[in-house]
């Protein structure tokens, strides 16, 4: 008998089952094949990389200012806002990265 914490697999996908039984997450599975990408430059990447870790600060200020503003939660203000500094200073060093690499004909 499967139980509903058990991982299911379909067609190389691994599907994690939650408590919850309307949620369902697809994971790509050992056996599943590789996406296909589209062939991207350094720059390219190291822009992507400054995207990334600059939605991540953003995600990360916007959750210490919520919890700002619960009494009981102002202990995690610090290392919630410590950790969104961390993810801009990423972003503005892959930033600096993609400054420094060539520009392609593409972008």
């Known amino acids: 008998m ?18 919850q039984p309307a949620r369902l997450v697809m994971a790509q599975g050992p056996d599943s094949p590789a996406p296909e990408r589209t062939p991207m430059t350094a720059r390219h990447d190291a822009l992507a990389d400054a995207r990334d870790a600059a939605a991540r600060a953003t995600a990360l200020a916007r959750e210490a ?14 290392a ?28």
């Open 2 to 19: 499967r139980r509903p914490w058990m991982p299911v697999r379909v067609r190389g996908l691994t599907a994690l089952c939650h408590h």
């Open 80 to 107: 919630l806002a410590a950790a969104g500094a961390l993810w801009a200073d990423v972003a503005r060093t892959h930033a600096a990265i993609a400054a420094h690499l060539p520009q392609t004909e593409e972008g």
């Open 65 to 78: 200012e919520r919890q700002a503003n619960y009494p009981d939660h102002h202990h995690k203000v610090a």
